[in-house]
């Protein structure tokens, strides 16, 4: 589905590589409505982009009603929505299962998986009746390639990635588009975002640094498949390496991140 023209909503649109996503999508002549929870950054994502194309909501996407509260008011604002992209994500603490407690578990479970089934399941009707629609979820490599201290944020993205699968699958003879994208490392403020401390030893700061894929270019590679129609996208090189690896060895897969961050998960 080419955006130019169309009303797309996207989650998580006010930092990272949501507001690299509402940026671009407003460049390239798509009018957006912004989702996030924080509404300080949403102003500031509208003083950024400065143009009336753009519409800006404050929702926590873990409640039903308020997402439901949220196709009313896009659809006042805009008559029709023709694109959503479910962006939105936090991660839990980097701990083991045995020590997250239930209220994090929720929360994850919560925002990434429910948040993504309310969006998608509110919005499909309305989707439906246009010309051409897409649903493109973000999920996570961290949802294919089991990651140790990120267990319940590795369910919550699995969740999403097979409920995208499905949808695919459901829609396939209609007119609604339906694209799952599964991102690797990518420079975002996503810990800081999810009021997370991800731990690790102070001799860390001394190590390398996996090379992450920026904002705007995960930005670029979500909207052009959005745009070509694709199923799957992995994106990031790190994110394409892992799926062969896991693919090729499901057993020993995992010992390679488990001897990755084995310092942060046995201190």
Do not use: W
């Amino acid at each position: 589905m080419k955006v130019n023209g169309k009303t797309i909503v996207v989650t998580g649109g006010a930092g990272g590589v949501g507001r690299q996503l509402v940026l671009q999508l407003l460049a390239k002549g798509a009018t957006v409505a912004a989702v996030d929870i924080s509404k300080e950054r949403l102003d500031d994502l509208a003083k950024a982009a400065a143009t009336d194309k753009l519409s800006v909501h404050v929702t926590d996407l873990s409640k039903l009603e308020a997402v439901e509260t949220l196709y009313q008011e896009v659809m006042v604002k805009h008559g029709h929505v023709d694109g959503l992209i479910n962006n939105a994500g936090i991660i839990q603490p980097f701990v083991k299962v045995k020590d997250l407690d239930y209220k994090k578990v929720n929360q994850v479970m919560n925002v990434n998986f429910f948040g993504t089934l309310y969006m998608c399941k509110t919005f499909l009707p309305e989707l439906i009746k246009r010309p051409e629609g897409h649903i493109l979820n973000v999920s996570s490599m961290g949802g294919f390639f089991p990651v140790p201290g990120q267990a319940i944020y590795g369910a919550s993205k699995a969740a999403v990635k097979l409920l995208t699968e499905g949808l695919y699958a459901e829609l396939m003879n209609t007119n609604v588009h339906v694209t799952l994208a599964l991102p690797g490392a990518m420079e975002t403020d996503i810990a800081k975002n999810s009021n997370v401390d991800m731990g690790g030893s102070s001799d860390q700061k001394d190590q390398p640094k996996m090379k992450m894929l920026s904002a705007p270019d995960a930005a670029t590679i979500i909207i052009n498949s959005m745009e070509k129609n694709r199923f799957i996208v992995y994106v990031g090189k790190d994110s394409k390496m892992l799926n062969f690896i896991y693919k090729l060895n499901p057993k020993s897969a995992p010992k390679i991140m488990y001897k990755a961050l084995k310092d942060r998960l046995e201190p």
